[in-house]
């Protein structure tokens, strides 16, 4: 089950590969992304010191969440993946011009899992090319609309 998608990632980026990992989460954090209080569209993965981090993953806090918490809303949220993975992404990022872009976070055995992928960024005109297809796509859809109901 999806909780939150970055639908900006596929138009401005070529997705080469798919990875899933797993985040590192505190409780307030959890208990918002159960609410459905998460905003995936600025995020960016980086790399230090040879482990992922989520950035720009903004989890609102709940009304209700503790006193005694720090609820931060843009905190830099740790990705969890094994370490040949992670290395074998570091190659190709530091090598190849690839860059990490989350693409959406969901559950998975009752985890939150972070669907992360190896993506180049398009250039200006692939980004046209791909609003003609969704264009004539939906156009498409309609002229058939219209036809099917005409016929009746």
Aim: charged share 35%; hydrophobic share 35%.
């Amino acid at each position: 089950m999806s909780i939150a998608e970055n639908r900006r990632a596929r138009f401005d980026y070529h997705i080469e590969e798919r990875f899933e990992a797993g985040m590192v989460l505190q409780g307030w954090e959890i208990k918002a992304v159960r609410a459905g209080q998460v905003q995936l569209t600025d995020g960016y993965v980086v790399i230090r010191d040879g482990e992922l981090y989520l950035i720009g993953c903004r989890i609102n806090a709940l009304r209700s969440a503790s006193t005694h918490v720090n609820p931060e809303a843009d905190r830099t949220k740790k990705l969890l993946m094994h370490k040949e993975e992670i290395r074998r992404l570091i190659g190709k990022v530091e090598q190849k011009g690839f860059t990490l872009v989350p693409l959406d976070l969901h559950y998975k055995g009752g985890r939150v899992k972070a669907e992360i992928a190896l993506a180049k960024g398009k250039a200006q005109h692939d980004k046209r090319d791909t609003e003609k297809k969704r264009d004539w796509e939906r156009e498409k859809g309609r002229l058939m609309r219209h036809k099917v109901s005409t016929k009746s």
